[in-house]
C-alpha cells in the first residue's frame, strides 16, 4: 500500500517499526551469526552455560538490581501494567534478570561459581544515535558464587579474546579502575558531596539530580564544566581500604601475566548503582567512552539487595549492533553462509515433479538449493539464476525427463554438460566440493 492510498479521505501513513528500533535484514544477521558463534565457542571452553532470562520482568526486579537512582531506572525503561494491574518491564540490561534467577533457582546448591552467559535483546528508552538503539541486542557473561581477582580477571580474557576473534580489539583499550567496597566508598561519597556543595551551579542539570542521590556518576558526565569539576574534585585513590588496594593490585598482576594490556582510569564508575571493586570497560581508542563496546565489572552486594544470601559476582555485557558497526569499519567480512550452490530451472509438469524431490535430496546432501517453481520460461529462469549469483545451475526440460537426465550448467563459463539423474548429487557435491557444504550435525539424540 502506498502512503498516499485514500482511505475515507483519511491519508495512511507508511507503516514503519517505532523511532530507535530497527529490523535485523539478512545482511546483518551474516554478522550476528558468525557473533554468536564466536561467542558461544569462547564460552563453552571456559565452562559457561547459556542462560535465557524473559524479555519481560516484574518492575521490581531492575528497580531494586539495578537501582531507583540510576538513568536506566528513572528514564530509561519501558514499564506497562498489564491486565492484572502487574507493573512489568521490557529488561534494559541482563545483570539483574540473571541473578532474579540465580536466587529463584537456589542455583547457590550448583558448584560454585556458576557461569553463565546469554545472547538477547535489551530494551531502553535512550536517545536514538548510530549504533545505540531503543531495542538492542547484548552478549553478556556472569560469574556468581566466589569473589576473586583471577575470576575478574578471566572475565576481562574472555571479553578481550571476543573481540579479538571479531577482529576489533585493536579498536579499543582497556579502562580499568576498583571503586571500592561499602567500607570504604561510603567515606569518598560523603567527600565527593561535600566538594561539590556550593558548586551546583557549575554542574549540568542531570548531574545536579545526581548529587544526591548517584554522586559517582558525576566522575563520568560528559558536559565539559562537568568534566572540569571532575578533574579537581577527590579521587577515589586516597579512599581505598587495605582489602580493596588488595583485590586491584591482584587483579592487575593477573591481566600483567595473560600479557592484557589496560589502562587504570580513576574516574571511571559505570552507570549502574550495583558494581563494587572491579569496574572496566573498552572504549574506542579514539573517541573514547562515546564508542565503547562493552564493560563490567564485581556486583558483590547485588544477590543480597535482591533477596538473596550474601553471594559475590563479576560480570561483562557488550552490544551486538556496536560490534556489527565497528567490524564493518574495519572492513571485516564474515563467511556467507547464505550463499546459494545451486538454481534448479525447469520446464513442463514433468520436470517440476522430478525436481521437487531431486531439490530434497541436494538439500539433504548439504547442497543449497533454490529452484524457479513458478510459471516463467526457461531465459527468465536462467536470468534469475545469474540473480542468485550461483556457480551451477541444473536443467530439466521435457527430453531430459524423457530419457532420465540432467543438464549441470556452469554458469561463469557458460559450459554445460548432461548427467544422469541418479549420479547428479554426488557429481555436483564434488563440484561444489566437499568442505563448502552446509552438513550439520547436531550430536546423537538417545530414544
Ligand atoms: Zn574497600
Ligand atoms: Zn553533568
Redesign the pocket.
Known sequence: MSDDTNDGGVKQQKLQTPVGIHDLLPDDHEYFTFIKKVVRHRARQAGFKRITTPILENTEVFARGVGDATDIVSKEMYTFEDKGERSLTLKPEGTAGVVRSYIQHGMKEWPQPVQLYYIEPHFRYDKPQKGRYRQFWQIGFEIIGESDPALDAQIIDLANRINEDLGVAHLFSIQLNNI??P??RGKYKEDLVNFYIGKERSLCGNCQERLHNNPLRLLDCKSEDCQILAELAPKFDQY??P??VDFYTKLKGFLDELAIEYVENPKLVRGLDYYTGTVFEFWDKHQGAQNAIGGGGRYDGLIELMGGPPTPGVGYASGIERIILNMKRENVTVPSKDAIHIFVAQLGDDAKRKCLPLMNKLRDRGIKTVGALGKASMKAQLRLADKFNVPYTLIMGITEVREGVIIIRDMAKGQQHTVSMDEVVEKVAALIGEENLDNYSPGEAIY
Open positions: 571500592g567496597c567500607k570504604c581505598r581500604c582489602e580493596c
